[in-house]
């Protein structure tokens, strides 16, 4: 059998075409169901266990320096030999209007290097779907073979930081200007970070922060206790320290702590299935509804919205 135009593009993706890449991630992104089943049938290494490659989530404020953070990543894991593959989830949220834009410009000088592929991901303000399109653009990347994938969203609610499960670690970008760690704690926050950073630490305040980040973090008593660790992204001051802190996790994951990752992971995998059929169960809703005729009877108030849904089901 011949495959199908959309396996075909994934074979010339994972062959290392970048142009190829970057339009399956454009069909991902529009939920063809194709790109879907084609995804199904590659070689993503991170489902049996983590770290090829490693997936490391960045979230914090709107501001935070993430993006910033995120360049010096790059950098660092150039160095190291890594090829490195960026994604950008905007969540088009009031919260983060134009962050794609700062992210592009904040990880520009990487763009000429082959190892390394940066794209922005965007949904029409649909959150459910852009957490498993999330998850289906990392698998790909996985399956092209990058040695690191890094994933940078804004942290500024739960919706958002569904987005972090995809992550074997999470890496949490607060500053002293985001506040005190019960505004994180707020956010969410606290509880997803594997590793703190306290970025802006050149501004004042930082200390503060991070001794509230470590109490909290001690109070949490959980079995990996996430490391607080200061940082100037601007200046790359302390982008070492966290990239090792993130490796020490990976370790930690490979070993007492692998059956937490596994939990992690195999609630990411329910919620993606979930996603995708409530994704597709939403399409089918809005053709049935299309199909009705019945819209302008509703939109008239001639039906209610529970008749409508009725006469539908
Ligand atoms: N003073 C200071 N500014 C920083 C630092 N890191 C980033 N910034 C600035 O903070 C702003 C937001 O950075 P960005 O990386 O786009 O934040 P993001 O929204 O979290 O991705 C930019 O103007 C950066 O230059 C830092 O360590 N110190
Ligand atoms: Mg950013």
């Known amino acids: 059998m011949m495959p199908s135009t959309t396996e075909a593009l994934l074979q010339r993706a994972v062959a290392g075409e970048r142009r190829a890449l970057a339009r399956m991630i454009t069909w991902i992104e529009a939920r063809h169901e194709e790109a879907g089943a084609a995804l199904s049938g590659a070689t993503v290494r991170r489902r049996g266990a983590p770290g090829r490659p490693h997936v490391v989530g960045v979230t914090g404020p709107p501001g935070a320096g993430k993006s910033t953070f995120v360049d010096r990543l790059i950098s660092w894991g150039r160095a190291q030999g890594e090829t490195v593959g960026v994604l950008a989830v905007d969540p088009s ?107 802006k630490s050149d501004r004042p305040g930082a200390d503060r922060l991070v001794r509230e980040l470590l109490l909290s973090v001690e109070l949490a008593a959980m079995p990996w206790a996430s490391p607080v660790l200061s940082a100037v992204a601007l200046q790359g001051e302390g982008v070492e320290a966290v ?23 195999g609630d ?34 001639e039906l209610s919205p529970q008749d409508v849904a009725r006469r539908l089901a």
């Open 243 to 265: 990239a090792e802190a993130a490796a020490a996790h990976l370790r930690w994951c490979r070993g007492a702590g692998e059956m937490v990752w596994r939990r992690r992971r």
């Open 93 to 199: 949220s009031p919260f983060s209007g134009g962050a794609i834009l700062g992210d592009r410009i904040r990880m520009e000088r990487h763009t000429a290097d082959d190892g390394v592929f940066i794209r922005s991901l965007s949904s029409r303000g649909h959150l459910g779907g852009l957490s498993s399109a999330t998850a289906e653009v990392v698998d790909l990347l996985d399956a092209v073979g990058f040695d690191r994938v890094v994933v940078e969203t804004v942290g500024v609610g739960q919706s958002e930081l569904g987005v972090m499960e995809v992550a074997d670690t999470v890496v949490v970008v607060l500053t002293p200007e985001s506040g005190d760690a019960v505004q994180a704690m707020k956010a969410g926050l606290l509880e997803i970070g594997d590793v703190f950073v306290v970025n």
């Open 268 to 301: 990411a995998w329910v919620r993606l299935v979930l996603d995708l059929l409530s994704d597709e169960a939403r399409q089918h809703a809005v053709a049935r509804l299309q199909a009705s005729g019945l819209e302008p009877r509703l939109r008239a108030g």
